[in-house]
């Protein structure tokens, strides 16, 4: 199966995503934060409502209930309620359904708020409850008290038993634009946005009839508890402290607050959050970027060396450079070149092997040689004569192969200290097929030449041997009378001497192994008797010389499916004054 | 007195066999196995010729430093190299040292022979008082086949036996191309054609070493080399 390509670099990036996660434990901080917080201001707000309570204990007369004036406070804090209710166009229920006294219903018009609120908004409830009443008067009295907090974000109330506010100073608003939002707010704004003061601030008859924490303050245990503004645009937090009058609850205390500053707060710092961990991924994904970029491509790096140290004839072309970092990268590096130079020494040992064996061969050959001829120079029988014959037959064959076995690697090591020259590789064809047809004498040689000179550089003797390399294959499979077709051009920068002949076809399979050493594709046929030996290193010769002059060897069978051409090509050497050929 | 010849050679049956082939032909011969062993020899008492392997036992290249040795100490003394090693590398080694003919351990025994007396007989002909000697001349090549000795225009060409040898079959036809077969047959050489280049090679290079201008050996592709005419 092959798995799809995802380089290393996009890998790391992959992984890189994961510090998203960053912002879920993130949020999941500021969760919990904002559950502290909350806990903290209902803590707070529950300390705020002890504390006026604590001014209130075992003072029967203040929470008395009296309703016979209308400028009572506690009335006008009813109507404050009834009003706010009413402007909000809710269902006409009082506040308290003891204060629902004809008369009271109406709003009270007057609303000492300088700032006018944009339209459809509430109008801010009075700040101080009962300014102008008169003096001692007990509701009066809890105003003062109530009025330490009249500056704070909250609002709170006195209620009585019976569920009559009986006063009520603060307010749930908390003054808008006091800030100075960042460049981050305006642009994740959207995302985060910050709580609406813009909220239904009024005290629904459900609150005080069903509210929880009222119902246990007036069963003397403090409660904290949240509820949502009728419009649920806010949650507010109550908390509500039952005050004492001797052992018996004489009313309740209630404090309220909006969750709006920690809701501000949270939105805040999920912007931070948000920004920092951007920030933060930008930074650790572009390092990890520029990690894995040095890291890929040093592996690229290697990987091109590995791949291109082995040349297309499978031979070491160079060894990789070992790098130097002490990392695996480097170690690899290390263990691919510290391999290929072992590889190298083997590769030059199996290619030395060889000459190097046709040379030990030489010296037991050279004891059977010399032993014959003193042989034959003593008198000897004249059957014994014979088989010196045949014996020095043989000899001068293996001799042969020894020869041939050496002559590729010696035409190697010669050619890296040749001296290129430029030739007329025309003449040079001319002149090999003028000299092939005094040496074939039973064949046919066709020549097709360009007009023109072909320049070539290299070496004028290697390409007339490459040429008689190619003929003498050809010739070898040419039955006596057919033609041997040898033609050469030049195009676009590149000579190819193609040999046609007529004779068996390659073999399919041998095609790409034709020019490769020790690769015969001579059946039984060929090999008649008397014929030099065959080591199948001819066209390997042919390439190397071939590869020599910028070109290669390609061997196809003719269209006509009853021969078969090879082609050698050249690489044409530019034009140059004064160019010497031999 | 028969001419003494030296073979210091470390396989004892080629030793044995050359020794007693040169023995048939009426040479004297003393065989070593050992750089050592002939070098003290040769303190003693020099031979006539010697006829030196490169690798002598676990030396390498003993037979090298034996003929720089031997070259010290007999300045005239013809060496020839008979070895199983063919490079060219090696070749142009063993001439530089100062040996008159390198050859390959595929000589056949006659040929070695051809060789041998082929030295002895320019080591004589050039002590000998000048004699009307089988000169070939071609222009301003002057071939002595009795000393083996050349030259172009008027100036000496240091020539190896087998140089000498090809360069005369090429100039005794000027004009007639001579395959490699011929030149082989000609020189006593058994050798591939990528040796014959190289030969070709040195004896253009050394008659431009004389004459920059010489331009006198032809290549014939696919049939063989040719002298001008």
Known sequence: MRLPRISLRWKLALVALLLLALPWAGYEYVREMERFLLDGQEQALLATARAIATALHDRPGLMAPRVEREADPRVRAEQEL??????????????????AKPGAAKPDPASPDAASPPAGAAPRPPSIIARESSPRDEPREI????????????????????????????????????????????????????????????????????????????????????????????VVITAAHPVWSGDEVAGAVVAEETTNSILTARSRALERLLVVTLAVFAVAAGVLIWLATGISSRIRRLRDEAETAIDARGRLAHVVTAQRSGDEIGDLSRSFSALLGKLGQYNAYLEGLASRMSHELRTPIAVVRSSLENLKLSPTAEEARVYIGRAE???????????????????????????????????????????????????????????????????????????????????????????????????????????????????ETMRAKLFEAMVSVRGERADKP???????????????????????MAAENLASGDGVAVTASFRVAPEKAAATTR | MAKRIA?????????????????????????YARRAEAMSAFRARLPDLAVIDIGLGDEPDGGFA??????????????????????????????????????????????LMARI?????????????????EALERGPLRLDARRFTASWKERPVELTLT?????????????????????????????????????????????????????????????????KA
């Not at chain 2, 007396?117 to 000697?133: C, G, Y």
Request: a negative charge.
């Open chain 2, 117 to 133: 007396s082929a030295l002895f007989r320019r080591i004589d002909a050039l002590r000998e008082p000048k004699v009307a000697d």
């Open chain 1, 393 to 507: 037959d043989g000899l001068r064959r293996l001799g042969t192969i020894l020869t041939r076995m050496s002559e590729a690697t010696r035409l190697e090591q010669g050619l890296s200290s040749l001296e290129r020259e430029r030739f007329d590789l025309a003449a040079v064809v001319r002149g090999s097929v003028d000299g092939y047809r005094l040496a074939y004498p039973d064949r046919r040689f066709e020549l097709h030449l360009p007009g023109v000179p072909v320049p070539v550089s290299g070496s004028a003797d290697l390409a007339a041997q490459l040429l008689d390399k190619l003929v003498a294959n050809a010739a070898d499979f040419t039955a006596s009378g057919d033609p041997i077709l040898v033609r050469l051009d030049a195009a676009g920068g590149a000579a190819r001497l193609r040999v046609e002949n007529k004779g068996p076809l390659l073999p």
């Open chain 2, 163 to 227: 140089e000498f040898w090809m360069v005369h079959t090429l100039a005794k036809f000027p004009g007639h191309v001579k395959d490699r077969d011929a030149l082989m047959r000609d020189a006593n050489l058994v050798v591939d054609d990528g040796t014959i280049t190289s030969h070709i090679k040195r004896i253009r290079r050394k008659f431009a070493a004389v004459d920059p201008a010489f331009d006198q050996i032809d290549t014939v592709y696919g049939m063989g080399y040719r002298w």
């Open chain 1, 143 to 234: 105003a003062d008290i109530l009025r330490g907090v009249q500056h704070t974000t909250s609002r709170v109330w006195v209620v009585s038993r019976d569920l009559r506010v009986l006063a009520l100073a603060g307010t749930l608003r908390r003054p808008e634009g006091e800030e100075d939002e960042g460049w981050a707010h305006r642009v994740l704004g959207e995302l985060f946005p910050r709580p609406s003061e813009n909220f239904d601030d009024t005290i629904g008859y459900d609150a005080l009839a069903n509210g929880r924490e009222i119902a246990a303050a007036l069963r003397g245990v403090p409660d904290v508890g949240l509820r949502g503004t009728p419009d649920a645009k806010a």
């Open chain 1, 82 to 99: 009834a009003g706010l209710a009413a402007r909000r166009g809710e269902s006409a229920e009082p506040a308290n359904p003891d204060a």
């Open chain 1, 530 to 552: 008397g014929a030099e030996p065959h080591l199948g290193l001819g066209l390997y010769i042919a390439r190397v010389i071939a590869e020599y002059h910028g070109g290669g």
């Open chain 2, 7 to 31: 073979i210091v050679e470390d396989d004892a049956a080629i030793r044995a066999n050359y020794a007693e082939a040169v023995k048939k032909h009426g040479y004297e011969v003393s065989a």
């Open chain 2, 66 to 111: 034996l003929c720089r040795d031997l070259r010290a100490l007999a300045p005239a003394l013809p060496i020839i190299f008979l070895t199983a090693r063919d490079s060219d590398f090696d070749v142009v080694s063993g001439l530089r040292l100062g040996a008159d003919d390198y050859l390959t351990k595929d000589v056949s025994l006659p040929h």
